[in-house]
């Protein structure tokens, strides 16, 4: 436990009706730490993500955003201060990369649109998107739609950024771009907690690597520790489940 971690998640237990899904949940995170999260489908991860910005309730627990727990915030500012990459991007259709970008900037934060046009221009270059920002997502691969999604995230200067299995609905070729944006972002600095099983990604990137299964942190430590010398069977079994796919058939 550190002294003042950006993220504190304290005892969190969640239920869907009968269902207990979070048993128990408790970790800190740093600033500048990468958490990468694994586990089995229905295992909740992405029921954790929601939780830290209150996309759902939890039940028991808290979860602390720089020492303030997110129950006492306005869940504007919360969700301000923690982006979020999901899945499924999620592009307004009708409007261009850029535009996608301002949004959030000059509605939440009150930027003109000079300020905004900057900022989006700012962090579509991190992306590697400069070139397309007068694109609309029909004319964009989803990898670039993935990257305009991080850059619309980056847009709102949070504090940290959840991302939920950002590349799993991508074609393979595409997945590389993404992940290479991923460990920019990590590599600068950003605090990230990221739901994926690109294990290459969590090798490289992550300062620390989280089994989840049955409600329960199973495992949590370096990714070369989980890797190497994992303290659980279910962690080591997990593992090399996914190693193999990820590998292929020989
Ligand atoms: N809105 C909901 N209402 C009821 N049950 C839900 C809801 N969302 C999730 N659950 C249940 O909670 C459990 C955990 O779901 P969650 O989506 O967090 O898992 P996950 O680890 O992200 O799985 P996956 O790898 O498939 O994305 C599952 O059993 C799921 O059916
Ligand atoms: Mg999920």
Redesign the pocket.
């Known amino acids: 436990m550190s002294q003042n971690p950006l993220l504190r998640v304290e005892n969190v237990r969640k239920s ?2 009968e ?1 207990e ?1 979070l048993r128990d949940v408790s970790f800190d995170i740093d600033r500048q730490d990468v958490e990468v999260i694994i ?10 993500l ?1 939780c830290v910005n209150r996309l ?1 309730e939890f039940q028991g627990g808290d979860v602390l955003l720089d020492g303030q727990s997110v129950l006492a915030m306005d869940v504007n500012d919360l969700r301000r201060r923690v982006g979020m990459v999901f899945q499924d991007i999620n592009l307004f259709a009708h409007l261009t990369a850029r535009e996608n970008v301002t949004l959030g900037p000059r509605r939440v934060l009150g930027m003109d649109r000079e300020e905004a046009n900057a900022t989006a221009d700012r962090h579509l270059a991190e992306v590697g998107l400069s070139d397309q920002a007068e694109s609309y997502p029909a004319e964009l691969s989803g990898g670039q739609k993935q990257r305009v999604g991080i850059a619309r995230a980056l847009a709102m200067d949070p504090e940290i950024l959840l991302f ?2 950002p590349t799993s609905a991508l074609d393979p070729e595409l997945v590389g771009e993404v992940l290479e944006v991923m460990r920019d972002l990590a590599e600068g600095g950003m605090t990230m907690l990221v ?1 994926t099983h690109e294990m290459g990604f969590a090798r490289r990137a992550a300062t620390s690597l989280m089994f ?1 299964d049955g409600g329960y942190i199973v495992e949590r430590g370096p990714p070369e520790q989980l890797f190497e010398r994992p303290e659980r069977d279910r962690t080591a079994e997990f593992l090399r489940r996914l190693t193999a796919l990820e590998e292929g058939p020989a």
């Open positions: 869907y009706g269902e899904v586990g089995p489908s229905g295992s909740g991860k992405s029921t954790l929601r759902t939920d299995e739901v989840l």
